[in-house]
């Protein structure tokens, strides 16, 4: 079992840049398929990146493809979400979720495969 602990969320202006951390705790981090979702208010959940085990395959949502970029180091047992070019569209709950995976290179852009999910952070861009 491992535990997701989100920070580094906040208020920025359109344009900036946050690079949020998700902090996992467990011994077996690189056994995980990993991924950033967000919920806006009166909103669904929505799909933002994926990275593999690997971290050699990674995949985003259209809405955020060339302005985020989803990173893992298994050595601090972290994924980080660097979003930047931020928009007010952005603004949203921010959750990592974790499964564990078989593949080293399955990436999932989808909430059902992944069984842990952290508490979220809140990010608001300003216009």
């Known amino acids: 079992q491992v535990q997701l602990v989100e920070s580094g969320g906040g208020l920025v202006q359109a344009g900036g840049s946050l690079r949020p951390p998700c902090a996992a705790s467990?011994?077996?981090?690189?056994?995980?398929?990993l991924g950033w979702f967000r919920q806006a208010p009166g909103k669904e959940r929505e799909f933002a990146a994926a990275?593999?085990?690997?971290?050699?395959?990674?995949a985003y949502a259209e809405s955020v493809k060339g302005r985020f970029t989803i990173s893992r180091d298994n050595a601090k047992n972290t994924v980080y979400l660097q979003m930047d070019s931020l928009k007010p569209e952005d603004t949203a709950v921010y959750y990592c979720?974790?499964?564990?995976?078989?593949?080293?290179?399955?990436?999932?852009?989808?909430?059902?495969?992944?069984?842990?999910w952290g508490q979220g952070t809140q990010v608001t861009v300003s216009s």
């Open positions: 979720a974790a499964d564990v995976a078989r593949s080293r290179t399955v990436v999932y852009a989808h909430p059902t495969p992944y069984d842990y």
């Open positions: 467990g011994r077996t981090f690189e056994s995980y398929a």
């Open positions: 990275i593999s085990r690997s971290g050699g395959s990674t």
